[in-house]
């Protein structure tokens, strides 16, 4: 039977599996996005001029992007359950291997990446709204 902390840890780890698989696809999803904008660009070159995309580029990147916002709260959750965990064996006197700065670190690492991926949605929220077929650059 595993102990609180360790059961704690293995949550965490299933969690962080999640976000990245979550990641994962958004990834996918900004790569299909790119290739449709590429083929938008090649085609007008050519004179291709009634080119239809199977995707809207704009709406694709803000899907992307949405993936990777819920990918981002996740790991905010882990990693700040993390360090909550982590100050709480400190403060009960429990032996931690190595100190907490480098978790602290990666904690305010990850809310800074959230915050800047929730000011690149709003760009691409407004982006869809403005001009709805135009071709994204990330």
Do not use: C, H
């Amino acid at each position: 039977m595993l102990n609180r902390d360790d059961q704690l840890t293995l949550n965490l780890i299933y969690l962080e599996i999640i976000s990245s698989v979550t990641s994962i696809i958004g990834l996918i999803l900004f790569i299909l996005a790119s290739n449709v904008a590429k083929d938008m660009i090649l085609s007008s070159n050519n004179g291709q001029r009634n080119f239809r995309p199977s995707l809207n580029p704009d709406i694709t990147t803000l899907v992307a992007r949405s993936f990777l916002v819920i990918s981002g709260v996740i790991v905010v959750g882990t990693v700040t359950t993390r360090l909550i965990q982590r100050n709480q064996q400190v403060l009960r006197n429990e032996p931690i291997q190595g100190t907490l700065i480098p978790i602290t670190y990666i904690t305010l690492g990850s809310w800074i990446s959230l915050f800047g991926a929730l000011i690149a949605i709003v760009g691409d929220y407004k982006r869809v709204q403005e001009t709805p077929s135009s071709i994204p650059i990330y």
